[in-house]
T-cell receptor, first 116, second 110 residues
Framework: EAGVVQSPRYKIIEKKQPVAFWCNPI?????LYWYRQNLGQGPELLIR????????DSQLPKDRFSAERLKGVDSTLKIQPAELGDSAVYLC??????????????FGQGTRLTVV | RKEVEQDPGPFNVPEGATVAFNCTYS??????FFWYRQDCRKEPKLLMS???SGNEDGRFTAQLNRASQYISLLIRDSKLSDSATYLC???????????FGTGTRLKVLA
């Protein structure tokens, strides 16, 4: 079974340019997450979707970041315009609510963004 | 105060040593607890869930202390391949939000 797929793996852009990341979660997983991970830090949640609804976007910098999950499957995360401080790894994860207390989140390999 | 706190390390230990990491969390309503492992330039992967009564998986033992709001991970007989960052993860009750600590770096030395 395929895991969480993200693209691109790496992206280098100049500041003030736009950038977009794509994520395809594990089939059947209703919950999708976008995390940002800075060097030496743990992942920090940007936005969480339940199906196509964004249920937690309190940490998403809405002046420049946007996300969508049309049809409740794939998702895209966009930054426009990018700033130097946006350089980080952007991780997508998915989970299946189910009834299990200890349902885990599965992560994609991430997109490493460098803003120059 | 961060919701989930860990000592970032690094912990440098010789092969065969026993090492323990602690993690504290601030939300007493937290329901589910996990340890994830993250290798350099890789994505986090689940190492083990942490159950209320404590649980063991081979050389790894996880404990939960709800009264003091901390979880621990014990690694026995460390291997070179255990070198990684270990992330403490907490999920509050009623949500599917996973909150990560900063991670603890472990380096097992030959």
């Amino acid at each position: 079974e395929a895991g969480v797929v993200q693209s691109p793996r790496y992206k280098i852009i100049e500041k003030k340019q736009p950038v977009a990341f794509w994520c395809n979660p594990i089939s059947g997983h209703n919950t999708l997450y976008w995390y940002r991970q800075n060097l030496g830090q743990g992942p920090e949640l940007l936005i969480r979707y339940e199906n196509e609804e964004a249920v937690d976007d309190s940490q998403l910098p809405k002046d420049r970041f946007s996300a969508e999950r049309l049809k409740g499957v794939d998702s895209t995360l966009k930054i426009q315009p990018a700033e130097l401080g946006d350089s980080a790894v952007y991780l997508c994860a998915s989970s299946s609510p189910g009834q299990l207390l200890n349902t885990e989140a599965f992560f994609g390999q991430g997109t490493r963004l460098t803003v120059v | 105060r961060k919701e989930v706190e860990q000592d970032p390390g690094p912990f440098n230990v010789p092969e065969g040593a026993t090492v323990a990491f602690n993690c504290t969390y601030s939300n007493s309503a937290s329901q589910s607890f996990f340890w994830y492992r993250q290798d350099c330039r890789k994505e986090p992967k689940l190492l083990m869930s942490v159950y209320s009564s404590g649980n063991e998986d081979g050389r790894f033992t996880a404990q939960l202390n709800r009264a003091s709001q901390y979880i621990s991970l014990l690694i026995r007989d460390s291997k070179l391949s255990d070198s990684a960052t270990y992330l403490c993860v907490v999920r509050p009750s009623g949500t599917y939000k996973y909150i990560f600590g900063t991670g603890t770096r472990l380096k097992v030395l030959a």
